[in-house]
């Protein structure tokens, strides 16, 4: 399905052309597209992926900043991870051996909290004010998680806290 809000923030030409590479590679030469990052790395965004899919149409500008933030801070000795949560419980060994970044569209607020404690992880994610529509980048609580307006949200490994910390927004009225 064609998303109108892509072709808008991209721009219907950058789209168009950008959209049509994509399908070619991946209908015709069934093959999965790279992408260089802001940081230099090179991943690989799946063929099957409908998140990949935006991340290269839109050069990681989507979801109100979140891949932009996320390929700015992704490693290029780790992989780009589309996921949910059901696939995130399963996942404990491979996020203690190799503490990835993860970007997911979790909606379980009630087990998101519990999944991260026990890895040491942080969530944090971009956060719309409902009324002004006004985005923020903060650092989530349990509460915040039932309470605030989100997409994406990031599950932030030990060793890239401080420097998500840096970024997020402190939040003066308790949601924190």
Not at 25 to 50: C, E, F, N
Request: charged share 25%; proline share 5%; aromatic share 10%.
């Amino acid at each position: 399905m064609i998303n109108t809000r892509f072709i808008r923030q991209v721009g219907p030409l950058r789209w168009a052309a950008r959209y049509a590479c994509l399908q070619f590679r991946k209908r015709v030469l069934q093959s999965d597209s790279r992408m260089r990052l802001p940081t230099g790395a090179m991943i690989i965004l799946p063929r099957q992926s409908q998140s990949a899919t935006e991340v290269y149409v839109t050069h990681a500008n989507v979801d109100w900043g979140a891949e932009a933030l996320f390929a700015r801070f992704a490693d290029r000795d780790r992989d780009f991870i589309d996921i949910d949560v059901e696939a995130l419980r399963g996942m404990r060994e491979t996020v203690a051996l190799h503490q990835p970044l993860i970007l997911t569209e979790c909606d379980d607020a009630a087990a998101l909290p519990n999944i991260c404690s026990g890895w040491g992880y942080k969530i944090f994610a971009f956060t719309r004010h409902q009324v002004t529509l006004k985005t923020d980048f903060q650092r989530m609580s349990p509460d915040g998680l039932r309470e605030r307006w989100y997409k994406m949200v990031f599950l932030v490994p030990p060793r890239l806290d401080a420097a998500f910390a840096e970024i997020a927004r402190p939040i003066h009225d308790g949601g924190a």
